[in-house]
C-alpha cells in the first residue's frame, strides 16, 4: 500500500546535519524556515537550479536541501527537473497570484497604470508596505527603448527613493524632508536608492481613506531630469488621486480636502 503519510524532519535535525548549527533544535519551525529559505533561492529569471546551486545558496547540506525539496515538491511547490535540477513549481505561482489578489485593487489598478505611462511614455509601478520594505504589486513598461526595469515582488527599501519616502511620509514619519512631502503630495528623487535612476511618486488611498501605498514613473535620470519629473508630478498626483478616489469610494468625512496634500493625523 502506498504511504500517504506526509514527510517529517526529526527534531534534532540541525544538529545532526548542520555541525556548524550550536543551538537548540526548535523541530518544526527550523523546518518551515529552511523551506521557505530554498524558495527563496530562486532569483528572478532562473528558471531552474541545481541541488548544489541551492545548498550553497542556502548554506544547508545537500541531504536536508534535498528532503526539503522533495517535500515541497510533493505539494507542487517546486518541480524536479530531467537533469536533476529544480525549478519553482506551479503551487509558488499560484501564491503569488493570491498575494496580489488579497489587494482586490488590479482591474483598477492596472488600467490608470496603463493610461499614467502613455501619457508620460515612462514605466509605471505601484509600490505598497511590506513591514520596513516597499514591494513592487504592479508595473507597465514604458514605450521609451532606454527604460528603468523594476522587479515585481523585490523587497526595496522605504528610505530610498521616492515611492518609499511618500509612504512614510503619509504613514506620518517625521521630519522637514516627511513633511514638505506631505505638503507638495509628491515626491521626486535622483540616483537615490539606484544610481541613474530618476523616479517621481504619490501617494495612493485605500478603503476608509487609509493609506495604501504610492504610484510612481520611473526612467533614466539622463532623460528625466529634476525639470523633466517636476512637470510629470501633476501627471502622478492625478493618477494617484484618482486611482484613490476609485479604491475608497464615496466621498465621506474621512476623504481629505485634497488628497495628494492630506496631512495624517498626529
Not at 515626491?187 to 544610481?195: D, V
Amino acid at each position: 500500500m502506498r504511504n500517504t503519510q506526509p514527510a517529517t524532519f526529526p527534531l534534532d535535525e540541525a544538529s545532526e546535519e548542520e555541525p556548524g548549527n550550536t543551538g537548540p533544535s526548535t523541530g518544526s519551525v527550523v523546518a518551515v524556515q529552511r523551506a521557505m529559505q530554498l524558495l527563496d533561492a530562486f532569483a528572478l529569471g532562473e528558471s531552474q537550479l541545481s541541488l548544489a546551486d541551492i545548498s550553497r545558496r542556502c548554506a544547508m547540506h545537500k541531504t536536508t536541501a534535498l528532503r526539503i525539496l522533495r517535500t515541497l515538491a510533493a505539494s507542487s511547490y517546486v518541480v524536479p527537473c530531467e537533469n536533476g535540477a529544480w525549478r519553482l513549481g506551479p503551487a509558488a505561482g499560484w501564491l503569488g497570484a493570491r498575494y496580489q489578489s488579497g489587494f482586490d485593487v488590479q482591474d483598477v489598478v492596472e488600467p490608470m497604470l496603463r493610461k499614467l505611462s502613455k501619457s508620460t511614455r515612462e514605466s509605471a509601478a505601484f509600490y505598497v508596505r511590506e513591514g520596513d520594505k516597499r514591494t513592487c504589486l504592479m508595473r507597465v513598461e514604458g514605450v521609451q527603448p532606454l527604460r528603468h526595469h523594476a522587479r515585481m515582488g523585490e523587497a526595496l527599501p522605504l528610505d530610498k527613493g521616492s515611492p518609499g519616502r511618500v509612504i512614510l511620509a503619509f504613514s506620518g514619519e517625521r521630519g522637514a524632508a516627511y513633511e514638505r512631502i506631505r505638503q507638495q503630495g509628491y515626491c521626486l528623487s535622483i540616483g537615490e536608492r539606484e544610481k541613474g535612476v530618476a523616479t517621481v511618486s504619490a501617494p495612493v488611498f485605500g478603503a476608509h481613506w487609509k493609506l495604501l501605498g504610492s504610484v510612481c514613473i520611473s526612467g533614466p535620470a539622463a532623460r528625466l531630469t529634476e525639470d523633466v519629473l517636476e512637470m510629470h508630478a501633476k501627471a502622478v498626483i492625478n493618477a494617484a488621486n484618482a486611482l484613490s478616489y476609485a479604491l475608497a469610494g464615496s466621498v465621506s468625512a474621512s476623504t481629505p480636502t485634497v488628497v495628494s496634500t492630506w496631512h495624517p493625523p498626529t
